[in-house]
């Protein structure tokens, strides 16, 4: 093993706030990172919304669920040599938003909720390491499933006091001269004189979702902007599981990124699965696992470069927060699971929704027909009726939850408590559907928010051992700063 001396060094007790240069930054708890590794290829995936529960629930979705024969199909990522944690609370709560949380992982302070790039005051913009390493002639691209002027990408390139103000973030990414931009679309891009589109291809970008055009990108495109094109909720890449097998998928937009950024000074590349947090909040895993896995797809590509690359890159992945209090353990399952029956679920809630309301469009919706779409789609069927896997078949109590779903979005009833509780905002259908399956197969959620449990961080690569022990979000920041020599 090459040689790596680390020291770490508990110098002061509380975070201390200087101010350098006009930019914010908090200095360390513990600093003095020293390291003899200095790579110039760094990849920096976030699976927003990802924490173990998540990572796990997808080995455990493809592994073996046979008593006696119990296996995880392990992840690419989670074979990493280096695992750390860190805790993610940010200056509004212990359950934090992805505004602030990723503001720390690309910059190394904390700040409030929903604030993007600035200091505690929402005024003071600090430096992200993108910018820093941008400034020293790396190439940047800045990947997502979801729109790129949302929370966790505009944390690389955007210094703005409110995360809604889409708008304004989209002018930021075109005043970036980041060199690649790519995954889903551009969130309320016409919402000012100009379209953000227009407004970066008069900053000199090439801006497509032609897929021909976007599979030829390479060293000679110039500055890109590529999205995929088909898109989902709100500008986003498709679900993983609701995306044709000829789609772009999230490692294709990795692979082309390699061949648009690769330079002899460096590139830095930050990658986030988005919709595993949109998942989350839905309570839907299947969908949550399925993007997951497409995220361990895209991770797969960085090692193939790492592979030839061997002693420049550096790879890190980890999730911004939890989302949805994720459990592999459900208070009617006890000790079982049974991750197998998920695999009945054919579509995401978001593509459910729109079946269903494509079906309401057609005239009356009775409960016989949504009926007949749970079992196309979930395999589900009514007490006493037959189904492909006798753990299908609904119980009473199970039955009388979607009779009251039914009935609840039908009417609108909605905004009581007990709804708040049941449904979350979401579609009462999809949403009872999605807790009953994940139920039986013995997932359980507590929340439609995000949750205050740590993340595990995965390190490979040149510089990987740093990463290793626990530690707050911030170090992740700090720590990709001194190894690459940004500041
Ligand atoms: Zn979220």
Redesign the pocket.
């Known amino acids: 093993m090459r040689k790596f001396t680390s020291i770490l060094m508990v110098l002061v007790l509380a975070m201390a706030t200087v101010f350098a240069n006009g930019a914010y930054q908090t200095e360390s708890v513990i600093t003095d990172y020293t390291s003899d590794a200095s790579p110039k290829y760094v990849f920096m995936f976030i699976g927003?919304?990802m924490s173990s529960p998540q990572t796990n629930s997808a080995q455990v979705f493809n592994g073996i669920n046979e008593p006696g024969l119990i296996e995880l199909d392990e992840l690419t990522f989670t074979q990493f040599p280096v695992v750390g944690l860190q805790y993610t609370q940010d200056s509004t709560s212990f359950c934090p938003?992805?505004a602030s949380t990723a503001t720390s992982l690309s910059s190394g302070y904390k700040t409030h909720s929903g604030v993007i790039g600035m200091g505690v005051d929402r005024m003071t913009p600090g430096v992200t390491i993108a910018e820093m390493l941008h400034d020293k002639g790396w190439k940047i691209g800045i990947v997502s499933t979801v729109t790129i002027n949302h929370a966790t990408p505009a944390a690389y390139y955007a210094h703005i006091a409110s995360r809604n103000d889409y708008y304004d973030i989209g002018l930021q990414m075109a005043d970036s001269g980041f060199e690649y931009f790519a995954g889903g679309s551009v969130n309320k891009a016409n919402d000012g004189d100009k379209s953000i589109y227009e407004v970066l291809a008069d900053k000199g970008y090439l801006v497509t979702n032609d897929r021909d055009t976007i599979l030829s990108l390479n060293g000679e495109s110039g500055k890109v902007y590529a999205y995929s094109p088909v898109l989902q909720d709100d500008g986003a890449m498709p679900y993983a599981i609701d995306a044709s097998a000829d789609s772009l998928k999230l490692k294709d937009f990795v692979k082309k990124g390699i061949d648009v950024l690769y330079n002899e000074t460096g590139f830095f590349m930050m990658v986030e699965s988005g919709k595993i947090?949109?998942a989350?909040?839905a309570n839907d895993a299947v969908a949550n696992i399925g993007d997951t896995l497409a995220f361990d797809e895209a991770i797969e590509v960085a090692v193939n470069f790492a592979k030839q690359h061997p002693t420049e890159t550096l790879i890190v992945v980890t999730g911004d927060?939890e989302?949805g209090g994720m459990t592999i353990g459900y208070a009617a399952t006890g000790y079982n699971t049974a991750f197998d029956i998920l695999k009945n679920q054919k579509c995401s809630y978001v593509k459910f929704d729109s079946l269903v309301a494509e079906a309401k469009a057609d005239g009356e919706f009775t409960f016989d027909d949504m009926m007949a779409m749970v079992e196309e789609y979930f395999g589900l069927v009514a007490p006493g009726e037959s189904a492909v896997d006798e753990a299908l078949v609904l119980n009473d109590y199970e039955y009388a939850k979607l009779q009251k779903a039914y009935e609840d979005d039908k009417s609108g009833n909605v905004d009581g408590y007990e709804e708040s509780l049941l449904y979350g905002g979401y579609s009462p259908i999809s949403v009872t559907l999605t807790h009953i399956i994940n139920n039986k197969a013995g997932i359980g959620w507590t929340s439609y928010?995000?949750t205050g449990l740590p993340v595990p961080v995965y390190a490979f690569g040149e510089g990987a051992e740093l990463f290793v022990g626990a530690y707050d979000n911030t170090e992740v920041a700090l720590k990709l700063m001194d190894l690459t020599n940004a500041r």
Do not use: I, P, V
């Open positions: 927003d919304g938003d992805s947090d949109w989350g909040h927060h989302t928010a995000h």
